[in-house]
């Protein structure tokens, strides 16, 4: 049976979406390919033509999950700079929306058990974002040097933020995160 053109790339590009929010949501080692499979609306038969392996999906899905995540925050720091970024990642939406949102809150601990081809990959992809908001900072000597500080203070006050989520405490250490990152990108602004 033939299928019209461009319906295989359709395909390929459903597995990722619904395997990046299904990673990011529930962890790479709890989200089967089954799984991934039915919600794409696809049989497990299906999978297997687009890729060679799980591990293959997860890199892929990963780096497209975090070219998402560049595009947003190009966004953000055009509408108001690295403030903007800061407000829209520590925000509760961002919290309490782990499948639509940052690869690394989601994944960092299951990312540094995957094969190297999957860390290099994610690897490239964070430091892209870094070197993203460094240009955002023109002022500083070292600019991924504070990208790196801000991203790792937003990311673990994220991770704590939906440990806690629910309570009083999860929107506290959203507050927090935000100060810290604040702190570190003010003295690094432009004019």
């Known amino acids: 049976m033939r299928y019209e053109k461009g319906r295989k790339d359709a395909s390929r590009s459903r597995i990722m979406e619904v395997a990046a929010d299904r990673f990011r949501g529930d962890g790479i080692a709890a989200s089967g390919l089954a799984t991934i499979m039915s919600d794409a ?8 033509p687009h890729f060679q392996s799980k591990a ?40 309490d929306n782990p499948g639509k949102g940052c690869a690394s809150a989601a994944l960092l601990p299951e990312l540094a058990r995957q094969p190297p081809e999957t860390r290099d990959a994610y690897t490239d992809h964070l430091l892209a974002l870094v070197r993203q908001l460094g240009e955002a900072l023109p002022r500083a000597k070292d600019p991924e040097g504070v990208a790196l500080a801000v991203f790792a203070t937003v990311i673990g006050a994220l991770q704590m933020a939906r440990a806690v989520k629910g309570t009083e405490l999860s929107d506290r250490i959203l507050a927090a995160g935000k100060d810290a ?11």
């Open 41 to 48: 609306g696809l049989t497990n038969g299906a999978f297997y």
């Open 56 to 95: 293959e999906l997860v890199r892929e899905s990963v780096a497209a999950a975090m070219e998402l995540q560049a595009q947003q925050m190009a966004e953000a720091l055009a509408a108001g700079g690295p403030e903007m970024a800061i407000e829209a990642y520590l925000s509760a939406e961002h919290r």
């Open 181 to 191: 990152a604040r702190t570190l990108v003010q003295p690094h602004m432009g004019m």
